[in-house]
């Protein structure tokens, strides 16, 4: 059984902060990694996606990934009370197998 | 299209009615894939289209749920003898060869 853990939360952290978020998964062969960005009510929105060991930055965002560890994370800089939402950790195996998500962190970011 | 398009946004049925669920990815995306998410939960794979065929159909929980792709485009969702617990955001999502995966907005099926 393929496994993706995330920490449920809530985390809170305030304006202007970094926020941390991470994720185990199972699966060793796992090769592609994601994270989503869910609304309250809303469908999920691709942010993040890594496939190999290391850092990979996007604006504010930084997806970090260390496959020994089978660990992947996500760093939200400068947080923004309009990034308060669900974050959803995505893990695959190639390209012909499903995503396999976690529950998903939410995170509260106080003005 | 532009998007992944959902229809019906919201669907409520009776138990044991007959529902369907239609997706139509974003163009040319080749990949589809059938989610189901609960409250407080991750979505939660149902089916999974490379082209026309059913590439994994493991997710489905019973045979009740069954789902179609016959022109390797839009696809249908469609769930027998629907039940209380079938209640749930049903997701759709579309990619490119498999790998990024874009939703659509979901449709909210309520069974009562």
């Known amino acids: 059984q393929k496994e993706v853990e995330q920490n449920s939360g809530p985390l809170s952290v305030p304006e202007g902060a970094i926020a941390s978020l991470n994720c185990t998964y199972s699966?060793?062969?796992?090769?592609?990694f994601f994270w989503y960005r869910q609304y309250s009510g809303k469908s999920p929105e691709l942010i993040m996606s890594?496939?190999?060991?290391g850092d990979k930055e996007d604006g504010r965002f930084t997806a970090q990934l260390n496959k020994a560890s089978q660990y992947v994370s996500l760093l939200i800089r400068d947080s923004q009370p309009s990034d308060s939402a669900t974050y959803l950790c995505?893990?695959?195996?190639?390209?012909?197998?499903?995503?396999?998500f976690g529950k998903g962190t939410r995170l509260s970011v106080i003005a | 299209g532009a998007g992944v398009s959902q229809t019906p946004s919201n669907k409520v049925t009776e138990k044991g009615k007959y529902v369907e669920l239609r997706c139509d990815p974003i163009?040319?995306?080749?990949?589809l894939y059938w989610y189901r998410q609960s409250l407080g939960q991750g979505p939660e794979f149902l089916i999974y289209f490379q082209g026309t065929g059913a590439a994994d159909d493991s997710g489905l929980p019973n045979d009740r749920f069954f789902a179609v792709r016959p022109e390797g485009s839009v696809s249908t969702l469609k769930i027998q003898r629907t039940e209380r617990g079938d209640s749930a955001v049903y997701l759709c999502?579309?990619?490119?060869?498999?790998?990024?995966?874009?939703f659509g907005q979901g449709t909210r099926l309520t069974v009562v």
């Open positions: 163009s040319g995306h080749t990949a």
């Open positions: 890594i496939y190999s060991n």
């Open positions: 999502a579309s990619s490119l060869q498999g790998l990024e995966a874009f």
């Open positions: 699966d060793r062969v796992s090769q592609s």
């Open positions: 995505a893990v695959g195996n190639s390209g012909n197998t499903p995503l396999v």
